[in-house]
């Protein structure tokens, strides 16, 4: 491909993805959603304008390490430490009951697979993508209901804060145990050895940056320094300690969040990730689709995998919010708002696609409960508030 090509890609990327996010938003739904239209109708599985190169690839390698450490920085650790105990068991909760349905899912279609097996990871590895939360559409709703400061409100957020944690932490012992040469022992110690390293680091780094964030407060050198520690952390995390580069570009953002310059730092990451990051990993999602290989089998099990991540959220974090001693009502709220899934279920199956335990053909599952989640979680939770509301009038 001539060195110059690349120019004509991303500059189709950027204007299809932009487009279509703006269609998406109009039609009430994720932008995200919109820009992976975009490259599905821009690859090769309907207009072949774009195939995916490896300039590709790396640039959207860079777009989801930046984008989880955007996540990092908007978690709230006061906000976590208060709502604790409740949220943990919660977020615990919308994770176990998705990641046993998800590997049971995959194994009622292609039969049960052995401790240890290819087939075995690959089952734990969908369970694992359906553990994934993301509420922005919630808090969005909430908001408009005028209910996001309510207990409900704030024990969702709170828990799928935790759940993404969770999440990330189930995902790099999957990814670490598949490899035939790791030892469970062996990927056990190198995950605690980072938490403990991060940990550590982490204070001081957090130490040493505000300092700098109170001699220099509001200068562009604070958001540039904190992307090169997410960036380094990244690169510790998967060189060093065979972990995910987005945990440590997570945790990254997290040491990073109680700054009294945190929305500075992560307003200027994000006009980087908006403009041009971002759109080219969504995009690239869209590049990787194929329906090559689907069929009937294929095609159930995609309808499947939706119903029982919708379920799985209900059902676990709902149950769990019961036993805390939420109403009836407020309990299925709960386990409704945490049944969105998005960036992070993206990310999670990206990871998965390069660690070969996913294949391209299961992005189409990944889509469709993104789009389904997105529709259907503002619609259920106003007509749930609304119900309430009728026997108070």
Known sequence: MESYQVLFDLAVILFTAKFFGIIARKCKAPQVVGQIIAGLLIGPCVLGLIAESSFISELAEIGVVILMFEVGLESDLKELLKTGP??????????????????LLYMGFYGMAPWGSEAFFRAVF????????????????????????????????????????????????????????????????KTVLFFIVAVVGGFIVYKVFAKLDQRYPHTRRIPIVSLAFCLFLAYIAEKYFGIADITGAYIAGVVLCSLSDNEYIERKSDVMSYMFFGPIFFASIGLKTSFDAMDGRLFAFCICFVLVALFAKILGCGTVSRICRFSTSDSLKIGVGMMTRGEVAL??????????????????????????????????????????AKPAS
């Open 86 to 103: 409740v949220a943990f068991l919660i977020a615990c909760a919308g994770v176990l009951v998705p990641l046993v349905l998800g590997s």
């Open 126 to 189: 969908i369970g694992t993508i359906m553990t994934a939360t993301s509420v922005s559409i919630t808090v969005a709703s909430l908001q408009e209901l005028g209910k996001i400061k309510t207990k409900v409100g704030t024990t969702i957020v709170s828990a799928a804060i935790i759940d993404d944690v969770i999440g990330i932490i189930v995902l790099t012992f999957v990814i670490g145990f598949k490899n035939p040469d790791s030892r469970p022992g062996i990927v056990i110690l």
């Open 347 to 388: 990310i999670v199956a990206q990871k998965g696609l390069a660690a070969g335990l996913l294949t391209a053909d299961y992005f189409t599952a990944v889509i469709l409960l993104i789009l389904v989640s997105s529709i259907a979680t503002p619609i259920v939770l106003k007509f749930l508030y609304s119900r309430d």
